[in-house]
T-cell receptor, first 114, second 113 residues
Framework: EPEVTQTPSHQVTQMGQEVILRCVPI?????FYWYRQILGQKVEFLVS????????KSEIFDDQFSVERPDGSNFTLKIRSTKLEDSAMYFC????????????FGSGTRLTVV | DAKTTQPNSMESNEEEPVHLPCNHS???????IHWYRQLPSQGPEYVIH???SNVNNRMASLAIAEDRKSSTLILHRATLRDAAVYYC??????????????FGQGTTLQVKP
């Protein structure tokens, strides 16, 4: 069964450093998403991406965050200057169409900011 | 976004059926009912979805009330590996919606051997 692949599985970074979280969505999917989950809390929507542009972003997704799909296969989330409160699990998800389909999520990247 | 209400937790015995309820009284005509589950330290996993009719797949069944204001996820024989947080989510497929999922707290299912 096709999978969404996320790397790395765990990233430790110092406060103020830039991090890039990588995702390889399922190859024929067209819609891409990033979510995050702070330990013990709900899964929160960050951003949706379609046709090489952001289609929606949440209040969490401020100027420190950016996404891109540089080569047609990878989908990346960049945090420019990490803060302690960015420590969380980050999940990538994709779907072929927004209609009658279920989403496929990756297994996540655990980001720890120290 | 229309909201759902689920019990915080449920318990089941291994190899018995489990019925996980979800209320969504403000559901609209363009909302699909989706269920996902999240095992410890893993990403959400798609379980099943439906619009109006009951649905079956290899993982579970989804029973949808006639007025669509509630639904029930049915696990026919719970195993220890089914212990997870189960999320009932309404997904609006109208053209104005980007398809994001809004997660609630879900129902934490414990399965006892």
């Amino acid at each position: 069964e096709p999978e969404v692949t996320q790397t790395p599985s765990h990233q430790v970074t110092q406060m103020g450093q830039e991090v890039i979280l990588r995702c390889v969505p399922i190859s024929n999917h067209l819609y891409f998403y990033w979510y995050r989950q702070i330990l013990g809390q709900k899964v929160e929507f960050l951003v949706s991406f379609y046709n090489n542009e952001i289609s929606e972003k949440s209040e969490i997704f401020d100027d420190q965050f950016s996404v891109e799909r540089p080569d047609g296969s990878n989908f990346t989330l960049k945090i420019r200057s990490t803060k302690l409160e960015d420590s969380a699990m980050y999940f990538c998800a994709s779907i072929w169409d927004r209609g009658d389909y279920g989403y496929t999520f990756g297994s996540g990247t655990r980001l720890t900011v120290v | 976004d229309a909201k759902t209400t689920q019990p915080n937790s449920m318990e089941s015995n291994e190899e018995e059926p489990v019925h996980l309820p979800c209320n969504h009284s403000t559901i609209s005509g363009t909302d699909y009912i989706h269920w996902y589950r999240q095992l410890p330290s893993q990403g959400p996993e798609y379980v099943i979805h439906g619009l109006t009719s009951n649905v079956n797949n290899r993982m579970a069944s989804l029973a949808i009330a006639e007025d669509r204001k509630s639904s029930t996820l049915i696990l026919h024989r719970a195993t220890l590996r089914d212990a997870a947080v189960y999320y009932c989510i309404l997904r609006d497929v109208s053209s104005s919606n980007t398809g994001k999922l809004i997660f609630g707290q879900g129902t934490t299912l414990q399965v006892k051997p």
